[in-house]
Nanobody
Framework: QVQLVESGGGLVQPGGSLRLSCAASGGSISDYAMGWYRQALGKQREWVATITNGGSTVYADSVKGRFTISRDNAKNTVSLQMNKLKPEDTAAYYC?????????WGQGTQVTVSS
């Protein structure tokens, strides 16, 4: 069973940047699409970005042009570079291995954007 562990969250000022990483173990992610999702306090989890096994990317309108998802299959990792952060980006961020049926989720990493 694949296990996913996110890292890289923290406190950042508006306009700042963070890079989140998701490390997979117990199996290879290379054949799967991977996604980032986020959940703000009191809100439903929402999709942020997806990268296919072929490297194609798609983003939510709210982060397009500011966030970049990437993958390194050799290292079995997926990353999310977040620039020009806004207070509304504050949330717990989760990575997901996307497959038919239930996917695999990480435990999340908190991102707080505040001055």
């Amino acid at each position: 069973q694949v296990q996913l562990v996110e890292s890289g969250g923290g406190l950042v000022q508006p306009g700042g940047s963070l890079r989140l990483s998701c490390a997979a173990s117990g199996g290879s992610i290379s054949d799967y699409a991977m996604g980032w999702y986020r959940q703000a306090l009191g809100k439903q989890r929402e999709w942020v970005a997806t990268i296919t096994n072929g490297g194609s990317t798609v983003y939510a309108d709210s982060v397009k042009g500011r966030f970049t998802i990437s993958r390194d299959n050799a290292k079995n990792t997926v990353s999310l570079q977040m620039n020009k952060l806004k207070p509304e980006d504050t949330a717990a961020y989760y990575c997901k291995l996307i497959r038919i049926g239930p996917g695999y989720w990480g435990q999340g990493t908190q991102v707080t954007v505040s001055s």
